[in-house]
């Protein structure tokens, strides 16, 4: 690594670390390795089930089943028969009969509340020694979860290899397991190698409603999960994964959740062996997110809908606990990411998310996000690389279609020097149809990205809609190749310092971060328009003062100092009214930098050096004004708003000093000459602070 690289990334870990930055937990779980990668995805089986789970009502049986076509309607029936001589009633007692691999389960149509596992651990269950998470439930073993497997789990499936679990009904809404939220799970498969989950609905659980950990082969083909705190399925730490044809709804995190995927890809570039998972033909809506991955490694999205919302996919690489962070290698395309523009954050203010989770109203529409999230974007990566996003279609997302942000290191708990820029790199994003729907209709995106403006080798092509930056990388032919682009290790400050404060929210202290336009702050609540005011108010002042004291009667420095106030005024009101993806940051830039440029050159007769570093402040307005507007200045380790501002707070310091010196007109003669007046006037009086030797022009002499 070089060595500069070295010293600001050090640099950028304190800085992180001085504002108090601090990480959060979305799911914690035991110690947990990857599969090894030698198992395979199941195949359905049609062979007639080993086991069979029913209800003993035959009125509500016959009811559930009358409308179904003759021909499954007549094998349900035949089931129910044979259920009732040699079936279970419980869809836990149908798995602990299980007893070699390869085995189906059948369950009937009817609701299934597993009362006998819904009660509270009894005896050892209730003293088992374990680490608590931050959630406060206890984070247990694989043998302690073996010991006592309801502790946590309305239905456990410990180590049952290719098993298949059946819904018999006509759709997925025909068999419903309820937890009624006294369970962290609903089904929990835990090193269940070769599952295959059908076509049943699992629903309200105070964590997820059906978890698969540590398997190597799952499917889960058409179910349905709603109304959990957190997850609508989980899977984590697992290889040879897929989802088809899946729903999820009112979830208070995603309704998918592929976390920790084997990562199969972590030492390849741009070239994928395989997916260690497979989405597809799924519907995820109205939950926090559709998606979400932290370490979501090498999935393959496709042909799935992410619709209303708070925002429609996500992956990160922010919570420590994950094993394969950074994330990297996951490929979305033909997804419809669409008007995820839900603001459920107000369930949290008006205190409805503080109510135990069963009187909340999750069934109604209520959802209680438990993380930051930018209301209204389509895809957000936090610190992600080698993703590839082509052929979506992103349409009617209030804030944009893209975020792209990098992730340091120490928040997930890793706090090696390297650590602190390895993530928001190489993420392609190719031909995806912005701002219309597969009719052709228009439906914009209020803009197409929001980059912070770090990493190595993003790029972009084929975006259209409005408020497109046009200083994007764009993508070349090949894999890799990138027109353009940067090497950055950090972002834009002001985007940096809007991301720490928008992640200072908690769902349980109802702490929403006042300043941050996620949570509702507009015009000058918001932290970016607070830090516009702040700096304008600052440059206005001190260089009010100097621009009284030593360029008043200099009619050309007059006119520089209005063009950068006006600048600032521009800055300020393009802050306020959320104009960051229009042309207005452009002109107070550059109507800023011009003005600087001015002033310094004006400043060049009274004071050499301060002139020459005001004029130098101009400049790199100037040049910060190109990298954001025209093309985005390459192969440099900070971006031109980093050297502004460093050198801006400088020239502050120094113009402070020398608005307090003596100004030109101090000890002035009342009766001056009107050769006098004239050359103060075009700025050709030289004063004591003059570097240049001449004779002695101060005011009053003759």
């Not at 030109?664 to 004591?688: C, I, K, Y």
Request: a neutral charge; aromatic letters at 8%.
């Amino acid at each position: 690594m070089p060595r500069p690289r070295s010293a600001l990334s050090v640099l950028l870990a304190v800085l992180f670390l001085l504002v108090g930055a601090t990480s959060a937990m979305a799911h914690e779980e035991r110690p947990v390795d990857f599969p090894d990668g030698s198992g395979s995805v199941p195949l359905y089986r049609s062979a007639e089930p080993d086991l069979l789970v029913c209800k003993t009502d035959r009125a509500d049986f016959d009811r559930r089943v009358s409308g179904f076509p003759a021909e499954l309607k007549d094998r349900n029936i035949r089931l129910f028969e044979r259920c009732q001589d040699n079936g279970f009633r419980h869809l836990q007692e149908a798995v602990n009969a299980v007893d070699k691999p390869g085995m189906g389960i059948a369950i009937l149509p009817g609701l299934y509340l597993e009362e006998p596992t819904q009660s509270a651990p009894t005896g050892e269950c209730t003293r088992l020694k374990a680490p608590n998470s931050s959630f406060g439930y206890q984070i247990l073993s694989y043998e302690q979860q073996e010991k006592c497997p309801n502790n946590q789990n309305l239905i456990a499936i410990l180590g049952k290899r290719d098993l298949q679990i059946e819904g018999t009904g006509a759709s997925r809404n025909d068999v419903i397991i309820d937890g009624g939220y006294r369970k962290l799970n609903i089904i929990r498969a835990d090193m269940a190698d070769g599952v295959y989950f059908k076509n049943f609905t699992a629903q309200r659980s105070t964590f997820n409603s059906l978890y698969v950990l540590a398997s190597d082969g799952f499917v889960i083909d058409d179910v349905l999960t709603r109304w959990n705190d957190e997850y609508g399925f989980l899977t984590f730490a697992s290889d040879h994964g897929l989802y088809k044809d899946c729903e999820s709804y009112g979830n208070g995190d995603s309704g998918i959740y592929p976390g920790s995927a084997s990562d199969v890809n972590s030492e390849r570039g741009h070239d994928v062996e395989r997916y260690s998972m497979e989405i597809t033909g799924c519907r995820s809506h109205h939950n926090m997110v559709g998606y979400s991955g932290t370490a979501g490694n090498s999935v393959w999205a496709h042909d799935n809908e992410f619709d209303h919302n708070m925002a429609g996919a996500t992956m990160d690489s922010a919570f420590p606990g994950h094993p394969g962070l950074p994330q990297d290698h996951s490929k979305f395309e033909r997804n419809l990411i669409h008007d995820n523009n839900q603001d459920y954050y107000r369930h949290v203010r008006d205190g409805t998310c503080a109510k135990p989770p069963a009187e909340r109203g999750y069934e109604k529409g209520v959802v209680c996000p438990q993380i930051s999230v930018p209301v209204g974007s389509g895809v957000v990566i936090a610190g992600g690389n080698y993703n590839l996003f082509q052929d979506n279609w992103i349409y009617g997302n209030q804030r944009t279609a893209f975020v792209l942000h990098s992730v340091p290191g120490f928040v997930r708990g890793e706090e090696g020097v390297g650590k602190q820029w390895d993530t928001s790199h190489h993420n392609r994003f190719i031909g995806n149809r912005l701002g219309i729907d597969r009719e052709g209709n228009p439906r914009p995106n209020r803009t197409a990205v929001w980059w912070d403006g770090q990493g190595e080798g993003n790029c972009w092509s084929g975006l259209t809609g409005p408020g497109n930056p046009r200083t994007l990388p764009a993508c070349g032919d090949t894999p890799g190749e990138v027109s353009g682009g940067s090497d950055r290790i950090v972002g834009e400050p002001v985007k940096l310092v809007q991301l720490l404060v928008c992640s200072e929210y908690d769902v349980r202290a109802r702490r929403l971060p006042a300043g941050c336009d996620w949570y509702g702050a507009r015009g000058v609540e918001r932290i970016e328009t607070q830090i516009a005011i702040a700096v304008a108010a600052v440059l206005a002042l001190v260089g009010g003062v100097l621009w009284r004291r030593t360029l008043r009667r200099d009619r050309w420095g007059t006119a520089a100092a209005a063009v950068a106030l006006i600048g600032l005024v521009v800055g300020v009101i393009g802050s306020a009214r959320s104009y960051e993806h229009t042309v207005i940051p452009t002109v107070s830039l550059l109507l800023l930098g011009l003005g600087w440029a001015g002033m310094g050159l004006r400043f060049l007769r009274r004071r050499r050096v301060f002139g020459w570093v005001t004029v130098g402040l101009g400049a790199l307005t100037l040049l910060d004004a190109w990298d954001k507007s025209v093309v985005m200045i390459p192969w440099t380790p900070l971006g031109p708003a980093w050297l502004r501002a460093l050198v801006g707070a400088a020239w502050v310091v120094w113009a402070v000093i020398a608005a307090a010196g003596r100004s030109e007109q101090a000890g002035a003669a009342p009766n001056r000459s009107r050769h006098q007046d004239r050359a103060t006037a075009t700025g050709d009086v030289r004063t004591e602070n003059s570097e240049e030797p001449g004779p002695d022009t101060r005011t009053g002499t003759s």
